[in-house]
């Protein structure tokens, strides 16, 4: 078997471009998905009954429906009551949708780690709740949840690959058209496989070091 590299080569610009959409899906669905997180955090931190059930019920549903479900009701059902989202929008309303379930455990799981005398000592120092979720509560456990959360960043990155299922360009779907145009079906899974590799070993590789830094760098010189 012989590989059409000069092919592979006019086609690198269209994967490159894939690239950059899944990469820009990725970011912003994460960023989100953080800020829902931590937000539905503060929520269960106020231990108001009915909006801890809602986020308790939210999760539920984000973490046990398939992201393709989720997407396909945003993209398919929605316009039926008036509401139509680009491919765009539809892929990070479903990624946040998504994520922001995973964070919001893995926030929770953080802030119910750190010991509750520690608390507790705060607060007979005469340091007010906030202050001590300020400075006792929140920097261990976002110094807790870094491997969770790295964990949950790539696999958001790796979610993306579904959204080709609503025609969004990103590199599946780049993949999956040319081979249907020109059937260089070789070609094009090797593309595919390079440039998810320059996608996620460099993000692999700089999570890795921030998680080394958070955690041992305060004993560095």
């Keep these: 078997m012989s590989l059409d590299f000069v092919f592979m080569k006019q086609h690198v610009p269209e994967f490159f471009d894939a690239l ?26 106020m231990n108001n009954k009915l909006l801890s059930r809602i986020i308790r019920a939210y999760t539920e549903v984000s ?10 009701f945003l993209y398919f059902a929605l316009p039926s009551i008036g509401i139509k989202l680009s491919g765009f929008a539809t ?14 455990e893995t926030f929770r799981s953080g802030i119910e780690a750190v010991s509750k005398n520690q608390v507790e000592a705060g607060l007979s120092i005469g340091l007010s709740k906030m202050e001590v979720l300020r400075y006792i509560v929140l920097p ?10 790295i964990t949950n960043f790539i696999f958001l990155l790796k979610e993306t690959s579904v959204v080709s299922a609503i025609a ?16 260089k079906t070789y070609e094009m899974l090797l593309l ?5 590799i320059i996608l996620f070993l460099p993000i692999s590789l700089l999570f890795t070091f921030v998680e080394r830094r958070m955690k041992y760098g305060q004993y560095g010189s």
């Design 20 to 45: 950059i959409l899944t990469l820009n899906i990725g970011l912003v669905g994460i960023m989100i998905s953080v800020f829902i997180g931590v937000f539905n955090n503060f929520i269960y931190l």
């Design 63 to 72: 973490r046990n429906t398939p992201f393709l479900i989720q997407l396909f």
């Design 91 to 104: 892929a990070v309303i479903g990624l946040s949708f998504l994520g922001g379930g995973y964070m919001t």
């Design 140 to 149: 261990q456990a976002v110094n807790i949840t870094i491997p969770a959360l």
């Design 168 to 183: 969004v360009k990103e590199l599946i779907f780049t993949t999956t058209s040319l081979i249907a145009i020109y059937y």
């Design 192 to 196: 595919l496989t390079i440039f998810y």
